[in-house]
């Protein structure tokens, strides 16, 4: 393995091998042009979610902002479990307090962060059950690919956990305060159908199609215009943040857009929407 396994382009459209972080619990590949996956891979503990693969998630995910050369990410798991949420079922009781905490607090914060102040788009693969904080992980991301088989749900109220305040404002961001409720009071688990009739994933997809489907996706995404794909979403998630927008807020956004028509990209886009060709970005 080398000094820096997120380093870009070096398995562009699939070439190389898989990389493992984590001690293996976490996997990094590159299965197509300007797309990279991590796929969690904790079988033994139903891809519960611990310190090792949530640092690996806070320092890999950073490193996947180099240049236009990754333009899409997807997370996802291994076997039947998407993530079954913290890894607290090992901690001893005599310590039990003051360890779940940390672990919530910093690692898991982190992660999260990561996940949501990536640039460009992420998407969530939730290939099977995805509870408690595998489920926060999912939305974090900007898109969401479910399994028909996949149960998704937030058992806080069953584990006498009150959840932290970040990811309740992220739950309400996606489904709204009535279906956050939901979820947190009643402690359900909803099936995948029902988790998209509420928004809380934009399609679903056979058990057996969703790596495949996710990866059209991905590509998909990715064949998109570098400054498009990161301008919108730093767009989105601004105007989302904040009720009222601050002059200088509204100034940074018109901004933002003015920038791109200067931008050697959209006079690309422009000519190969016209010549009925793949555009090549170069992401200024």
């Known amino acids: 393995m080398t000094s820096d396994p997120a380093a870009p382009g070096r398995q562009r459209g699939g070439g190389g091998g898989p990389r493992s972080l984590a001690g293996g619990k976490l996997v990094l590949d590159h299965p197509a042009e300007a797309v990279a996956r991590l796929r969690i891979s904790n079988p033994e503990?139903?891809?519960?979610?611990?310190?090792?693969?949530?640092?690996?998630?806070?320092?890999?995910?950073?490193?996947?902002?180099?240049?236009?050369e990754i333009r899409c990410v997807v997370i996802t798991g291994t076997g039947e479990v998407f993530s079954a949420g913290y890894d607290i079922a090992g901690?001893?009781?005599?310590?039990?307090?003051?360890?779940?905490?940390?672990?919530?607090?910093?690692?898991?914060?982190?992660?999260?962060?990561?996940?949501?102040?990536?640039?460009?788009?992420?998407?969530a693969a939730i290939n099977g059950h995805c509870l408690g904080g595998g489920l926060e992980l999912a939305i974090r991301c900007d898109l969401?690919?479910?399994a028909m088989g996949a149960k998704l749900g937030m058992p806080p109220?069953?584990?006498?956990?009150?959840?932290?305040?970040?990811?309740l404002q992220r739950f309400i961001d996606v489904?709204?305060?009535?279906?956050?409720?939901?979820?947190?009071?009643?402690?359900?688990?909803?099936?995948?159908?029902?988790?998209?009739?509420?928004g809380?994933?934009?399609?679903?997809?056979?058990?057996?199609?969703?790596?495949?489907?996710?990866l059209e996706l991905a590509s998909e995404v990715a064949a998109n215009a570098p400054l498009s794909l990161r301008g919108n979403k730093q767009a989105?998630?601004?105007l989302n943040s904040y009720?009222?927008?601050?002059p200088e807020q509204e100034r940074e956004l018109i901004e933002l857009r003015r920038s791109c028509f200067s931008s050697a990209d959209f006079r690309e886009g422009i000519r190969a929407f016209a010549e009925k060709r793949k555009p090549e970005w170069h992401g200024r």
């Open 45 to 68: 503990r139903r891809n519960a979610l611990d310190h090792e693969i949530l640092n690996a998630l806070a320092e890999v995910l950073p490193k996947l902002d180099r240049g236009i």
């Open 91 to 123: 901690i001893p009781e005599e310590t039990f307090a003051d360890e779940a905490e940390a672990l919530v607090a910093h690692p898991f914060h982190a992660a999260m962060d990561a996940v949501s102040a990536h640039p460009y788009p992420v998407l």
């Open 144 to 146: 969401r690919l479910c």
């Open 157 to 167: 109220a069953k584990l006498g956990l009150i959840y932290g305040h970040t990811g």
């Open 175 to 198: 489904v709204g305060v009535a279906r956050t409720k939901e979820l947190f009071l009643t402690g359900r688990s909803l099936s995948a159908p029902r988790a998209m009739a509420i």
């Open 200 to 214: 809380l994933v934009h399609d679903t997809v056979l058990d057996e199609k969703l790596d495949e489907t996710a």
């Open 236 to 238: 989105i998630e601004t």
């Open 243 to 246: 009720a009222r927008l601050t």
